[in-house]
């Protein structure tokens, strides 16, 4: 499926290019600005430039990753619509797999490589010791668990509204909030943001564990939002699917 979603990309080769240009522009001058930005302040939140650009560079990580394991959530409304959903149902493979992974994105795949060794970069900065680094990937991949559950309830939503396109948006629109540190924001948007949308948990928990700044708390509540999002989200599904009424209806 997805050598499938690489062959429809790539038929379209300028567009491909451009695209991509457009996605390394943005994110160069983000950084830019976030430099700027720190190094006329001082500081922000208490966080130097590098430390600013590590949170960034783990957002953009997590983000990523999403968008090139969970591309087909944005594919999803058509079948809806046309009612070939109902195709994905009979067949034998697992609808929800087919409907969240069934078909990554190229243009994301050639970005992470070096994102990775950016963030691989400003974090040896840290000297951060090897029970630091494993803390860190954990971290990544319980935000990426979060993110998956985020893109199954966009699926149970799009299922019972139709409203694919809106959801994800708002799902892409709150998680740009974690860009910088949680510690920007006061309450109670910032406990919002851990407790009830966790985009700390997902971003800025990952980064301060490589820094050094994560509490013991924060860090078993991670996995605690982790694991009871993944099984709510699957639990939406499974409603979300039973209600469907298919294209014959």
Known sequence: ???NAFEVMLSNR???VVFLLGKVIRFGLFVLFLVFLVRGAGALAGYSVEETVFFYLTFNLIDV???FLFREVYRFKPQVVSGSFDLVLSKPSNALFRSLMGGVDVIDLVTIPPLIAGIVYVGAAFSPS???IVLYIVLVLNGL???AA???AVLGIGIITYAVDHAIHVYRDVLNLGRLPIEIYRQPVRGALTFFIPVAIMISLPAKS???VASVSGLLTSFAIGAAAVFISLKFWNYAVS???SASS
């Open 150 to 152: 985020f893109h199954i």
């Open 14 to 16: 300028l567009g491909f």
């Open 145 to 147: 668990l979060i993110a």
């Open 65 to 67: 990753l999403g968008q």
């Open 130 to 132: 090897l029970a630091q």
């Open 1 to 3: 499926m997805s050598r």
């Open 243 to 245: 209600k469907y009424t």
């Open 210 to 212: 490589l820094i050094g």
